[in-house]
């Protein structure tokens, strides 16, 4: 059997679904089901409606025979006497027939955007046509329900599609230490870019950023959700700018005002391709974007809620309105935020027991090694009141060490 990237849970999914469906005694036979299950899955699409859909493909005649046989009724017209077969009842739609899955650091704006190009319609449209009203955010505005309707016609769960809107009131646990920093952000409320003002030039300010890097890269192109915050100015894995505008025309990013049907993301004014856009170097920016990430994590896994707030202060204060901000500015501010000194940009933490993890991951340190430190240092101080005055090292035996000095 081909070796697979879907992951040990999913493999296991697809197994028990194709044993449950379509039993087969035949390894060969198996092997073939479970091959074009994990191309299903592998293409975005919903594996257990494709392989129902599949049924008379695989099987033929035997699919043929297996179904309900209709009933025949006669019908007396005089003296004759002529066979009907009743035709079956129309069969109505509970999916869609393209339902491409929602990637897990993806907009739902961005998720419905794909949908509507892998239907072949404009994005446009399709947004009208699915969604019921008009909304200049339909991150934000999105209903409850209307997310529980699009979540059967696409063949996902709720949480799942609701991990990409940025309701204040609908807020599902994210998959992923950035979306649990960034939930953190959208509760705040002061780091979410909106369009609620005009910029000075009357223009509508941007709510969406970009890499072209990974627009380019990206075998699906899709637009991140941590590109709605305005802490994030840079991109940590390219080390460019991001952007907040077209970068030929100058117009925003709206990908559901598009009315072109290109799987490439373009810009809805000048329809160039967003991700042929130029690079622009911020190679001295990205440490203080990673750091500024680690320790945003930091705030949502080690902080307590109460105390969280004093450093978002801090933080709002120093990015400097960030959310109305250009994200030239932005960058300026972060550039601003030195290492040596992170109380100056994320407060004085309130215990002491935080000052040293922000110190270091203010320095570029990861947040697991963070971890491991804070972890050994109470264990240390555990054996340390146990011990009484001896120290550590004396209570805790090193392997690497020579019995001679132990």
Not at 26 to 31: E, K, M, N, T, V
């Amino acid at each position: 059997m081909p070796p697979s990237d879907l992951g040990e849970e999913v493999e296991r999914r697809l197994a028990a679904a194709a044993e449950a469906w379509l039993p087969a005694h035949d390894r060969d036979a198996r092997a073939l089901i479970l091959a074009f299950l994990r191309e299903v899955e592998e293409g975005g699409a919903d594996a257990i409606a494709e392989l129902l859909d599949g049924t008379r493909r695989w099987f033929g005649a035997r699919a043929a025979a297996a179904l309900p046989v209709p009933c025949q009724k006669q019908m007396h017209a005089g003296s004759d006497t002529i066979a009907l077969e009743p035709l079956p009842p129309a069969r109505h739609p509970t999916m869609w027939p393209q339902r491409p899955k929602r990637r897990t650091d993806e907009l739902f704006s961005s998720w419905l955007w794909r949908t509507a190009v892998a239907a072949g319609v404009p994005p446009h449209r399709f947004a009208r046509d699915v969604v019921g009203t008009a909304s200049d955010d339909i991150d934000r505005d999105v209903a409850p329900a209307t997310l529980r309707r699009l979540a059967q016609l696409s063949g996902q769960t709720f949480e799942h599609l609701a991990g990409g809107i940025l309701s204040e009131t609908v807020i599902v646990t994210q998959e992923t230490p950035a979306g649990l920093a960034e939930d953190a952000l959208l509760r705040d409320g002061r780091f979410l870019l909106n369009a609620e003002k005009s910029d000075r030039l009357g223009r509508p300010r941007p709510v969406l950023q970009y890499c072209p890097r990974c627009l380019e890269a990206d075998a699906r192109p899709h637009f991140r959700r941590s590109w709605r915050f305005a802490h994030a100015v840079v991109c940590v894995d390219h080390g460019c700018r991001l952007y907040d505008r077209c970068w030929t025309c100058g117009g925003v990013i709206t990908p559901l005002t598009n009315r072109v049907v290109d799987a490439r993301p373009r810009c809805p004014s000048c329809h160039a391709w967003l991700g042929g856009a130029p690079l622009v170097d911020a190679t001295r920016a990205q440490p203080r974007q990673r750091a500024l990430h680690a320790m945003l994590f930091y705030l949502v896994a080690r902080i307590a809620p109460d105390e969280r707030r004093l450093h978002l202060d801090t933080l709002s204060g120093c990015l400097s309105n960030s959310a109305t901000t250009s994200i030239v500015q932005r960058e300026r501010s972060l550039l601003g935020l030195r290492a040596s000194a992170p109380d100056g940009w994320f407060g004085q933490p309130m215990r002491a027991e935080h000052a040293a993890p922000l110190r270091m991951l203010s320095m570029g340190v990861m947040f697991d090694r963070v971890a491991k430190t804070a972890a050994l240092r109470q264990r240390r101080a555990r054996i340390r009141s146990l011990g009484g005055d001896q120290p550590p090292s004396a209570l805790t035996k090193n392997p690497d060490q020579p019995a001679a000095t132990r």
